[in-house]
């Protein structure tokens, strides 16, 4: 049974933090993006884990290619619809230890107004360091694989030899840091 005095709170530092993805171009390349509006908690349990639970929110108006015609064109109704959907959101449902360091983190992805089950495999869960303002700060890299169709991303256009202007598998990255709250 979880006890009370065994949990912290981690709030996502959102200046040290990046939600990062990337989708194959052509089926040639690789396009990479990322949005910078995350915010979220980590409760955390100090000796087991798997009693520990994650949320986060990212917001859709924040992402950036490095391209502004291609933000415009996933911010529109083609792709993430952002008027109409706002938001990018995951609540953890299980924490599995893996080892050292590694958990698989699964959870509730809500993207495009469609909710789908994902795992998030963690690595790099750092011990907590002490910044030079006294506050106790964590980090990780969480990475998952997802299908962008299973979440009404159908947007696509076909290529004269026969392929497609965007994949359909993206990669997803955090890496991201939380502050202990006081």
């Not at 065994?6 to 990337?22: G, M, Y």
């Not at 983190?105 to 907590?128: N, Q, R, W, Y």
């Not at 969480?142 to 497609?164: C, H, I, P, Q, Y």
Request: glycine share 8%.
């Amino acid at each position: 049974m979880m006890t009370e005095t065994a949990t912290t709170t981690w709030n996502l530092d959102p200046t040290h933090s990046a939600a990062e993805f990337k989708v194959k171009h052509m089926m040639i390349s690789w396009v990479k993006g990322k949005f910078t509006g995350l915010s979220g908690a980590l409760t955390l349990h100090e000796t087991d884990h798997s009693y520990s639970s994650v949320e986060a929110t990212i917001d859709v108006s924040s992402i950036d290619t490095g391209a502004g015609d291609r933000d415009g064109h996933l911010k529109s109704a083609d792709f993430f619809d952002a008027e109409q959907f706002p938001t990018l959101s995951f609540k953890s449902t299980k924490v599995e230890p893996k080892g050292k360091g590694e958990l698989s983190v699964i959870g509730e992805l809500t993207m495009h107004g469609v909710t789908k089950t994902v795992t998030f495999a963690v690595e790099d869960l750092s011990e907590p360091a002490k910044d030079p303002w006294g506050n106790q700060r964590i980090g990780l890299v969480a990475t998952t694989k997802v299908n962008r169709k299973d979440f009404g991303l159908n947007w696509n256009s076909t290529l004269e030899t026969g392929g497609v202007l965007v994949g359909e598998d993206v990669t997803i990255t955090l890496d991201v840091q939380f502050v202990k709250a006081a």
